[in-house]
């Protein structure tokens, strides 16, 4: 029998058919909901395929809400929550990467919050859509917080043999992670052995500040790359429009 995805996964699984995706992070604690409003109608503008809402700190409650309405009034692409920890679920959203960081060292992170979570999700009818979190070298906030063990970024084998144990636990993404604001992104071998090894999609963020960055990524073998600090850090909105169309064309050829 075959699993029948949710709305927002079956919307990923058919623009892949098609072309790369570009997902824009926006994180609450770092913009007003104003600001995320115009960052989310930008990025439709740009050719951006969806809105993540999240990030290390763990925004939640009303600041939560208010970027998430904010960002659905403001734009008519998917909204998916990237928690930093059960309590980054907010109703308002569309879907929710139900993801587990599976390199962390603290079960919290891997099993833990999810469960906490689990019945917020269920309650409020959030999409669901399970994801292997793995953090890679330098890990930045996310890698602390999560009390993570970064995968060395010379060693992509342990990345592949974690992503294919994520595949093989019945998760429907895999995400590598260098960390937003990371000095580098994900190294283009580590994408290219992963997309080897795994069938299920494969998302790579942290540290992809140019268009150049996203189409080595893109080319290594990344089906969906997620920009975030590049654009929140533009210093003017007409420059991030720029950075916008600049890592979207890297992305999409």
């Keep these: ?63 939560l809400d208010g970027v998430v309405r904010a960002i659905k009034e403001s734009s008519s692409l998917p909204t998916i929550l990237f928690p930093g920890s059960h309590g980054g679920i907010s109703k308002h959203a569309d879907a929710i990467f139900f993801m587990s960081l599976l390199n962390s060292t603290n079960p919290f992170f891997i099993t833990g919050s999810q469960a906490l979570g689990a019945f917020t999700v269920r309650r409020y009818g959030i999409e669901p859509i399970p994801m292997a979190y793995l953090v890679v070298e330098p890990g930045e906030t996310v890698g602390w917080v999560g009390d993570a063990k970064p995968i060395p970024r010379h060693k992509p084998k342990i990345a592949a043999a974690y992503a294919l144990a994520g595949q093989y636990l019945g998760m429907r993404l895999v995400y590598l992670e260098a960390g937003s604001g990371a000095g580098e992104p994900v190294p283009p071998e580590m994408i290219s052995l992963v997309r080897k090894v795994i069938d299920v999609p494969l998302i790579v963020g942290g540290g992809v500040r140019t268009g150049e960055q996203a189409r080595r990524a893109v080319k290594a073998g990344a089906d969906v790359i997620v920009t975030g600090t590049a654009i929140e850090k533009a210093g003017s909105i007409e420059r991030a429009r720029e950075k916008l169309e600049e890592l979207n064309r890297g992305i999409k050829g």
């Design 1 to 63: 029998m075959k699993l029948e995805l949710g709305r927002v996964e079956s919307y990923i699984h058919e623009k892949l058919e098609r072309e790369k995706l570009h997902f824009v992070l926006i994180d609450p604690d770092d913009v007003t909901p104003a600001l995320a409003g115009k960052l989310a109608g930008m990025s439709e503008e740009a050719g951006v395929d969806a809105i993540m809402i999240g990030g290390s700190t763990g925004a939640e409650g009303e600041v």
